[in-house]
Antibody, heavy 123, light 110 residues
Framework: QVQVVESGGGVVQPGRSLRLSCVVS????????MEWVRQAPGKGLEWVAT????????YYADSVKGRFTISKDRSKNTLYLQMTSLRDEDTAVYFC????????????????WGQGTTVTVSS | QSVLTQPPSVSGTPGQRVTISCSGG????????VNWYQQVPGTAPKLLIY???QRPSGVPDRFSGSKSGTSVSLAISGLQSKDEADYYC???????????FGTGTKVTVL
């Protein structure tokens, strides 16, 4: 079945780096854009980053621009989020999600979500 | 600070119809499709409505979406206890060149 599974979260000190991974299965990874969405404790959903189906186009929230990098490794069916210069406010559950429409589905929602991986930034 | 504004909470009794509003601007709701998500606390969000009013397979027709100008609404008819959850609207924002989520609405079934 179609699924995405995140990993890589943990406790990290401010200013340090962390890489999140999201292994996908059950669909053609190269045909769908992918996104990271986060949720701070007790807060709402916040979009973090998007990568296009072919890995070429990348978009970032202003809050993470210049610090986070989203990428796809099609040979490993894996989505990544490289996070650097982490701040206290980056503490959240990070969800990996698949766009619902192939090739250019930027606007049409995320229909498959992982259970999330928790990142805690604390000294 | 989200650019899409929702009421913090709505409530209703079983069987009732409730609506959740989501207000934005010309660069997001006014220009792009809107999607709705349902999130039961402690679980991952679920796509409920995409492209303003389309339901993914498996979503009951009790859920419906509509759009007018720079605002959208999600209606839940025949409210059930299992509909208790947080609901979020979302859209692409051309000015921000990114996606935005609404502030979220908690639905309570009385």
């Amino acid at each position: 079945q179609v699924q995405v599974v995140e990993s890589g979260g943990g406790v990290v000190q401010p200013g340090r780096s962390l890489r999140l991974s999201c292994v996908v299965s059950g669909f053609t990874f190269s045909s769908f854009g992918m996104e990271w969405v986060r949720q701070a404790p007790g807060k709402g959903l916040e979009w973090v980053a998007t990568v296009s189906y072919d890995g070429v186009d990348k978009y970032y929230a202003d809050s993470v621009k210049g610090r986070f990098t989203i990428s796809k490794d099609r040979s490993k069916n894996t989505l990544y989020l490289q996070m650097t210069s982490l701040r206290d406010e980056d503490t959240a559950v990070y969800f990996c999600a698949k766009e619902s429409i192939p090739v250019g589905g930027l606007y049409y929602g995320l229909n498959v979500w992982g259970q999330g991986t928790t990142v805690t930034v604390s000294s | 600070q989200s650019v899409l504004t929702q009421p913090p909470s709505v409530s209703g009794t079983p069987g009732q119809r409730v609506t959740i509003s989501c207000s934005g601007g010309g660069s997001n709701i006014g220009s792009n499709p809107v999607n709705w998500y349902q999130q039961v606390p402690g679980t991952a969000p679920k796509l409920l409505i995409y492209d303003n009013n389309q339901r993914p397979s498996g979503v009951p027709d009790r859920f419906s979406g509509s759009k007018s100008g720079t605002s959208v609404s999600l209606a839940i008819s025949g409210l059930q206890s299992k509909d208790e959850a947080d609901y979020y609207c979302a859209a692409w924002d051309d000015s921000l060149n990114g996606s935005v989520f609404g502030t979220g609405t908690k639905v309570t079934v009385l």
